[in-house]
């Protein structure tokens, strides 16, 4: 049992979509408990991996079977396996992953539409998201990756807002364009890569392995992507176009500005879970594709930009800080927040240091379950009045206590305030920062100084939200009834306080979680700075 | 007779009369006998060529089959557009056009 | 040197009827210049010893599609009531597509030297070879012909068979 | 003269025994013609054509077992070899026609839609069957061509019957797309003809395959003038660019069944006689002029394809774009030219014919249900959801995506030609990164108008009242086992099923493609 966790994880969904699918329309109820068995069984295979893993930077309850091997003659041996492992980065991102997507079932609860159709593409999506964090091979990480595409557009298209087709066509295209890019470096590094365990007596194997791209004595000479001799395209050499090609694709996803316009709408347009997952889990694959695939791969090329990644992640952060400031839509509000707190992620990896891509870690599990909570308490308040916009409400605090309660600890827990988990993640991104230039010289010390800014642009937005929304005398816009507002119901509790403590555990007890992440942030500074160096002492 | 090459000028300029007939005349048939044309511009060739390499009677073989397919081609073509006239009341290839992007 | 001249000649009634098929706007006296101008390539065929292929143009050709040919450019007369005249068009772009097209070529043809052709003695090209031939060497294309011209005749029909009523 | 002949004669005795699947096709030319005249039942001789081209795939199987990558035979005077790269071909032309005569069966029993020329259709059912097998019997002769009179005769013969199928609705669109078809066939196949008749001037053969055929003879204005002609008839049967202005009206006017037919079988017969066509060219002689011209028509092709097909209402004539830029993607293996690029080409056909016909099937299983453009099939998902998602992961595979066996085969397709970016004799060519770029940049434009019809079926007015012209139709009245939806689904899953195991598991596929090697 034990080494089949991750399979488990991955399959149940898939199995149980396909279960759904056979059963008749009528029973919605099935569809429901079905999911929601699911995301239990999840946790309960979760668990045995949160207690067994070991800290360090090792892979474990790796699986690997043969997928795809073909011989091609003359070419080789063309090698995809089914290679899946957890180590200290994607064992929090699936530990998040699977957490949200059971509170993200119970959120979708309301859904009454087909409901058939979402549960099977949402089990769908479930099994893509956890295949991406676990998987090692690049073109199963691919797989999974485009595998998130069309379920998230269906869902956005067909369960969201006014303007779903629209939000739901620009996130299919700027995925999908992301998505290219990545295909291009993939192509162009399977081909150059070959694997040294199973090439041997003149069989050349190409593999997908991403371990073995990791390792520059890999490649193979005089291809483009070659480490001691890469090829001249243009103003770069390969390889520095290679890593730009993923940066961008996974930039996208994360998203940088100025790649992020698809994001608000997405997230305005989308049903209250479909938020919940996209910013909770989907923006986390941008980053984690980041360390897990460009900055190991290409790690000279990622310390060539590292001051232009550390740039983007600046501006990420204050123009989705400002934007934040000037919507006038809650939702919208809270998308460029999570603009703003992914260029934390931007720039704690483009530091290089032990500290930064901690930072960069944590912040992705502490923005997981912070947008989530944000995300639904803009759903509750939808539901209720089936309005968002900030101007139209004011004093809500009167009517709804406990509500009020818990968006004070998202609020707050947002900022980054001292106690709550974001607060150890932008602290230890900026110490990263900060220190990057006395250790290995890619950052300036400016841009912490610049970063910081941020911070007191998201404790201006929330706070004036706060005010506006939440206290002062109780006012609603004239269509509005004000019968609507009322507390929290039992199965909004059930959503929101789990996730309110989870932040504040995480803010204060951080300890066990930067346990599991240290190890991975030591090996991928040593190895990103080592190869780094290797690599571009060899012209 | 050393030079072949005035028969080869009259291919090709059969074969640009051709062209130019396809492209100018406004009706199908004429197409037709512009086809014709083609078709014979290239049977010039393989006959004169045929001289050149007279090992075997490749070209000429070649220029009896190339006969063949132009009564073929006439007689499907033909069919086409008499079933074109039927419909269209003309045969002005640039007048039957309901297929538009 | 008369044959030379007669060959000349030939050719000569060739270019001019194919380029009078361009000018003329009946589309019947059209499809006579196309057998005159067949005819002069049939002759041209004879002095490259190419007595079959010219006897064959001048059987199925002049013979059969022209006839073909008239019996549409009749039918559709029928149909449409008014004589055939046609009007041109793209008469600019045309000729100049033409003309450009035979200068390529004609560049084309002055820039490769050809072997001089071999003389033939009449012996060596003859029906009785092109017959052989067929029987053997192209035994398969001769065979393809065949469906070829079934295929032909099928579709033919199938084409130009009559409107059903519900139209 | 007497022994040569008698040489020859032996030949072909000894020949028709490894032309058995050629032999049953025109045997079932004459069987067909004969059971037209008796009889005129629908299912008899739909019958009779599916065990025609059944029985015919299984002598190419049987063909294929013995030839091992080392034999090839030559037929009937170095007419045409037969290698297993003609083999497996033909294997697929074969395939192409049981499908088309698997998706002709509800067309020829449908008598709600398509009312126009019914009569006509029905009177010449077994016509029809035999334009058909003509055409894969001509994709069989041209595949296996060597010699340019077979080129342009098998040519022809796939040609002149499209012209004629093109025309089988007996309505007025479709003579007009019958006759557009013609007027443009016939003047590519006549240009064509003329770059050959130059061919023979300066090789003096008819046999294009010597190896030293481009050796001998420099590059000439003339040799230049004769390929781009030749190139002409090729390209106008794959329909790419600039050849394909022929493709959407002829596409859009056609019976589904033939259009289908069309963009898989002439395509794929004329994909492979531009690759034996190109493979004697001096590809490798340092004179990347053939290469580069290619990739620019690859290039133009899937760009020209995609653009013109994102503002297309019709399905057929969207598909006939679709079916342009597929072409594209077909020449990128042609211009990686290297073993591995034409066998992801080989791949990538098998692919496309499976994915393609997928797609045809539902479009003509939509069509015959009323829904006749892109914007009638809201509410379709909601109605018959089944066949939906089976066109949607027809679609999906079109463009690419996993897990679908259009993206192993693009993966591959585009693997191949960095792999001759990187290392092949044309290492560093710029237009080839070009190539490569431009190819997959136009997946996403793609993804739009693929997904167009999804989009309609799935999301546009999900929860809206259908729209009365479409659903208030009488229910198809269907009279035969197979126009049944459930047996009908049967195809579109088993089509399904395998695109998606050709993802998960493409070693099956290229097990069988591996063989084959590229001498011809």
Redesign the interface.
Known sequence: MQHYLISLLIFTPLVAACICLFLPKKFEKAFRAVALIVNVQQILWLLPMLVGFRASGMFQFVERSNWITLNLGSWGVLKAEYLVGVDGMSLPLVALSVFVLLIATISSWSIQKNVKGYFVLLLILNAAVIGSFVALDFLLFYLFFEFMLLPMFFLIAIWGGPRREYASIKFLLYTLLGSILILVVMIGLYTSVSDPVASQGGLLVHSFNLLHMMEPMNFISNTILDPNNPWQIGWFNARYWAFLLLFIGFAIKLPMVPLHTWLPDAHVEAPTPVSVILAAILLKIGGYGLLRIAYPIFPEAAMHFGMFVGIMGVLSIIYGALNAMASKDLKRLIAYSSVSHMGFVLLGAASVTEEGIAGAVYQMVSHGIISAMLFLIAGVLYDRTHDRIIDHYSGLSSKMQNFTALVLVGFFASMGLPGFSGFIAEVMVFLGSFRSNATNGVLHESLAVIATSGLILSAAYYLWTLQRMFFGPFHLKANIESDAIVDLTSREYVMLVPLAIAALCFGIFPQPMLDMIDPFAKYLTALVIDHGKAITLNP | MQNLDHMLYLGAFLFAVGIAVIVVKRNAIMVLLGLELLLNASNVNLVVFNRIHAGRIDGQMFSLFVIIVAVCEAAVGLAIVLRVYQYYKTSVPDEVSELKD | MS??WL??CF?AI??LS??G??FVRN?FY??LL?IC??LA?AA??VF???E??AV??IL??AG??LV??V???M??AR??GKP?V??????I???L???S??G?????????V?????A?TTQ??NIE??G??????????F???G????????????????????? | MESSVALSLQDIITGLRVFTPELMLGGGVVLLLIIGLFTNDIHKISAVALLVLMAVAYAQYLRDIPLTSEISHELFSKMIVVSNFSSYMGFLLDLGGILTVLMSWPYFLHADKLKEGLEQRRRFVSEYYLLIVVIVLGGHLLISSVNLLMVFLSLELISLPSYALAGFLFNKKSSEGSFKYFLFGAVASAVMLYGFSLFYGQFGTLDFRRDDLFATVPWSPLLVVSVVFSMAGFLYKIAAVPMHPWAPDVYEAAPTPIVAFFSVVPKLAGLAILVRFVIVSPYDNGNPAVMHALALISILTITVGNFSALVQKNPKRMMAYSSIAQSGFLLVGLVALSASGLQFMIFYSTIYLLMNFLVFYYLQYFELRGFTTIASYQNAGSKYLWPSIFLLVGFISLTGLPPTGGFTAKLFIFSALWESYSNHAHRGDQILLWLFIFGLLNTVVSLFYYLRIPYFAFIKNWESTPKTNILTSSPVAYDSFIGRSSIGNLLGLILVIVLLLIFFAPGLLMGWINKINFVL
């Not at chain 3, 046609?86 to 008469?91: D, G, T």
């Not at chain 3, 390529?104 to 490769?112: C, D, E, G, R």
């Not at chain 3, 052989?132 to 294309?141: A, C, E, F, G, K």
């Open positions: 044959s030379a060959l000349y050719e060739a270019a194919a380029l098929i361009l589309v059209g499809a196309l101008c067949l390539i041209v065929f490259n010893h190419a079959f292929v064959t143009q199925v050709y059969g599609v073909l040919i019996f549409g450019i039918l559709s149909h449409g055939l046609v009007s041109h068009n793209y008469l772009s045309g000729v597509l033409s003309l097209i035979l390529i070529l004609i560049y084309a043809i002055s820039k490769t050809w072997p001089s052709p071999t033939l060596e090209i070879k092109v052989v031939h067929i029987m053997s060497d192209y035994l398969l294309p065979e393809i012909a469906v070829l011209l079934l295929v032909a005749l099928i579709g033919a029909i199938a084409m130009a068979s009559s409107k059903s009523k519900s139209v």
